[in-house]
């Protein structure tokens, strides 16, 4: 017979202990075990033949989220709510023989491997600094002023990657401590010093994730309070205290079980993750597209000619017209600056995109430059450009390319309403401090 037992008699419960249970358990029981048919589906079109890190974060990431994909706290409420009504109806229809501590240790089990498994998520693509790649040279070449709030904070934190893998390490560290019940609580009180700051930094930066982060740090509330109580009286009152001698004993199947099971956990959350992480962080980074570019026409052009329609177009701080520059990166984007304005790309949540088409962090919370993707006929010469920002589908441009040295490029051929563009671009031998380090000079 498969039971669990404690070695030592349950302690006492008290009435409104037994009531917060009851109202905490299911609650978080909605708030972890996956109800939304939408997450199932992503499972079912994974391909685990072909398993991708992408995969594996998506697993990480569920939360409970009726509407938008960065949740709300509308939808806590009902959660709660739904949990009161569960809760009055289990107090009247409970058995007398209910072991509210087997309760107790299966949830806060339940919370410590979701817990675990969340910060491991995020954990892992800042150990192999993904998260927030070093900038773009469209992002290098864009004014202070023309990016949003977190746009900034994720760019200051993709300059200095050793520190960003850092950050990860402590989060990795801490998800291992709580797939064990005797570390769990150091884990969850580093969860909460360290996602309590991510939180305040979503809501000081405007960030997606701040419904998120703080879904983790609730969870990591409920394993602290735990040994909150024997903690406080230890190390601020310093009193006598006694140690948990809470010790469940298994039976059956359970008692090898477990070890099994912890064991695939472990195993796949931390070593197949971090193997196909670090895979990915060589290969193929998420945030940037991955088709390359026009062959060594990555860099900084000034537009030195401007035509339109046959008109000489002379630079022009105010003239939204006239390109300012363009930038050809090492993968297959454009950028052009100029002084026409830029409807934002708001998306500021993790996610992790398969098709360069979706792949949009270059230009997510960045004005000043419109961000085209391009396709390269390198036998007839041609870019096929398509705006990449969501809310211009229909800005495309067809442009004759040639290369009369490897300092220029000429463009020509037609925008999307059907003018004829020419554009003569020089390559701008540009260095950067931040890519020389402090300890290199800058020649000027």
Avoid: C
């Avoid at 927030?132 to 746009?151: E, V």
């Avoid at 993707?373 to 705006?387: I, R």
């Amino acid at each position: 017979m498969t039971t669990i037992k404690l070695d030592q008699s349950s302690p006492e419960w008290n009435g409104y202990e037994k009531t917060a249970l009851r109202f905490f358990f299911i609650y978080f029981i909605l708030q972890t075990i996956p109800l939304d048919w939408k997450y199932y589906k992503g499972i079912f079109a994974i391909n685990w033949l072909n398993l991708n890190y992408g995969d594996i974060f998506f697993i990480t990431r569920y939360f409970p989220s009726f509407g938008s994909a960065t949740g709300s706290f509308i939808d806590w409420i009902i959660i709660a709510v739904i949990a009161a009504i569960g809760a009055a109806v289990w107090a009247k229809k409970e058995k007398p023989d209910t072991d509210y501590s087997i309760l107790y240790y299966w949830l806060r089990t339940i919370l410590r491997y979701r817990l675990a498994i969340g910060v491991i998520g995020y954990g892992l693509i800042k150990f192999f600094p993904l998260q927030a790649p070093f900038p773009s040279i469209s992002n290098l070449n864009t004014s202070y002023g023309d990016f949003t709030d977190w746009k900034i904070f994720s760019l200051s934190l993709g300059v200095v990657p050793g520190y960003e893998s850092f950050l990860g390490g402590v989060e990795l560290l801490a998800g291992i401590l709580l797939f064990f019940r005797r570390t769990a609580s150091i884990g969850a009180f580093i969860i909460l010093v360290f996602t309590g700051n991510v939180f305040i930094s979503n809501l000081a930066y405007e960030g997606g994730e701040y419904v998120y982060s703080f879904y983790l740090i609730s969870l990591a509330i409920f394993v602290l309070a735990y040994d909150a109580g024997r903690i406080y009286n230890l190390i601020s009152l310093g009193k006598p205290t006694a140690p948990n001698l809470f010790k469940p004993v298994f039976t059956g199947w359970l008692k090898n079980g477990r070890i099994v099971l912890k064991s695939a956990v472990i195993f796949f959350f931390v070593f197949v993750y971090g193997f196909k992480t670090y895979k990915g962080y060589r290969t193929d980074p998420y945030q940037f597209p991955k088709a390359k570019g026009l062959k060594g026409a990555s860099g900084i052009y000034n537009v030195s000619e401007f035509k339109l329609n046959g008109k000489v177009f002379p630079y022009s701080v105010t003239d939204s017209t006239r390109w300012k520059d363009v930038v050809f990166e090492k993968w297959a984007t454009i950028s052009i600056r100029s002084n026409r304005p830029v409807i934002l790309d708001s998306t500021n949540y993790e996610q992790i995109s398969y098709k360069d088409k979706d792949r949009n962090y270059e230009l997510a919370g960045s004005g000043g430059r419109h961000y085209y993707s391009y396709k390269a006929d390198t036998v007839n010469h041609l870019l096929l450009l398509q705006n990449k920002n969501s809310n211009y589908k229909n800005d495309k441009l067809v442009l004759k390319y040639s290369r009369p040295d490897s300092a220029t490029i000429i463009l020509s051929g037609v925008n999307n309403s059907k003018d004829s563009v020419y554009v003569l671009l020089n390559k701008i031998d540009k260095k950067y401090p931040i890519k020389l380090g402090r300890r290199n000079r800058l020649k000027l």
